[in-house]
Nanobody, 123 residues
């Protein structure tokens, strides 16, 4: 089992920045990739960004490419999501997820999930 705890959400004005953190604990050796997803009210959960614990390129959705950056600190078992130039349409609950296999963009292919952190961007 892998436990994931997100933090860093909040209320920010459009154009502002936030940094989300996700700390993994438990059987972290079984985790190969980490992803960030988001879910707005009444909508499906969507892929945002993902990265492997091993060296490699990150993946981003078209909606956030160029504005968001995913990074990791292997020593701290922590993944970050730096969000810049935030827009009202970025408002959602952001979830961190872990996968026992390499990166996937599909929600259902992740094995463990955090509880989510709310990000609200005001116009």
């Amino acid at each position: 089992q892998v436990q994931l705890v997100e933090s860093g959400g909040g209320l920010v004005q459009a154009g502002g920045s936030l940094r989300l953190s996700c700390v993994a604990s438990g059987s972290t050796f079984s985790s190969d990739a980490m992803g960030w997803f988001r879910q707005a009210p009444g909508k499906e959960r969507d892929f945002v960004a993902a990265i492997r614990w091993s060296p490699g390129s990150p993946y981003y959705s078209d909606a956030v490419k160029g504005r968001f950056t995913i990074s990791k600190d292997n020593a701290k078992n922590t993944v970050y999501l730096q969000m810049n130039s935030l827009k009202p349409e970025d408002t959602a609950v952001y979830y961190c997820a872990s996968r026992r296999r390499p990166v996937s963009l599909k929600v259902y292919e992740y094995d463990y999930w955090g509880q989510g952190t709310q990000v609200t961007v005001s116009s």
